[in-house]
């Protein structure tokens, strides 16, 4: 019998979660409630991705251009942010997990910052999983700082000192992006990082994706071949 070929693990994998809103709409409920579920379907994702032996899973949870909704759908958003950062992330810790904001957070209500800050020094030293939250996170913006910051500093633009001055310093550049909810597109997240990472995109609303829907975008990653502008495997004889 053939040999099954062992399923190939992202290091890093970024979520971008969308269609919380017309979850809600479709059950007649307000987009409030639908991100509730979008932060259930969150929680038990890590949980699987850390189980998985992925490295880092970053959430895509508000982007810049999210910032211009209603102030009741923000309040709400934080409302979230806050519950999960007084409980939720004591569970990550005890599993040796991290957390990591990327993002402006000098916008969000001062009690969120410290909350968001709190949680990243508490999160343990050489933790095996880390779950980056990308809040009030917008690629562009983070490259027009990192030029500002090169400028300022006089440093050298060169990729490795560039990479230092985004907002992922430090983490690896994404092997795999997920879109839920049915758009095709990146609505800014992590333009520079995402150049060789391979897309996936589902129809599936995101509190409905579930580890099961997270299996299946991981097992379509294993079956790619990456290139990285090199020809292809076998190709030259
Ligand atoms: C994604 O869900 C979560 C955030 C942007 C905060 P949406 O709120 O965009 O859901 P849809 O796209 O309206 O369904
Ligand atoms: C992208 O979803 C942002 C997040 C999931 C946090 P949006 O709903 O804001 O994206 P667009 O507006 O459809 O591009
Ligand atoms: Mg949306």
Redesign the pocket.
């Known amino acids: 019998m053939e040999k099954k070929e062992p399923l190939k693990i992202p290091a890093h994998v970024g979520l ?4 919380n ?1 017309r979850w809600a709409k479709k059950r007649h409920m307000p987009r409030s409630l639908g991100h509730n579920a979008g932060m259930n379907a969150m929680i038990k994702l890590a949980e699987h991705a850390s189980e998985l032996g992925i490295k880092y899973l970053t959430v ?4 810049t ?2 910032l211009s909704r209603p102030q009741d759908e923000l309040d709400g958003l934080f409302g979230l942010f806050r519950s999960y950062f007084t409980s939720n992330v004591k569970k990550l810790y005890k599993k040796n997990a991290a957390v990591k904001i990327i993002g402006d957070l000098t916008v969000l209500p001062e009690d969120v910052q410290s909350l968001l800050k709190d949680g990243e020094s508490n999160s343990p030293d050489g933790a095996q999983f880390t779950l980056v939250f ?1 809040i009030n ?1 917008g690629a562009r913006s983070e490259i027009r700082r990192a030029v500002k910051l090169a400028a300022e500093n006089g440093i050298e633009p060169t990729e490795e000192n560039f990479e230092k001055l985004l907002y992922t310093a430090g983490l690896p550049a994404p092997d795999l992006i997920i ?1 839920t ?1 049915g ?1 095709v ?1 990146l ?3 992590l333009l520079y990082q995402a150049a060789y990472a391979e897309l996936y995109f589902t129809e599936v609303l ?1 509190p409905d994706f579930t580890p099961k829907e997270f299996d299946k975008a991981i097992k379509e990653y294993s079956g790619r071949e990456r290139r990285y502008g090199k020809i292809q495997e076998g190709a030259n004889g």
């Open positions: 971008i979660m969308d269609g809103g895509y949870t508000l982007s251009e999210n990308a996170y879109r909810g758009e597109r609505s800014n997240f995101f």
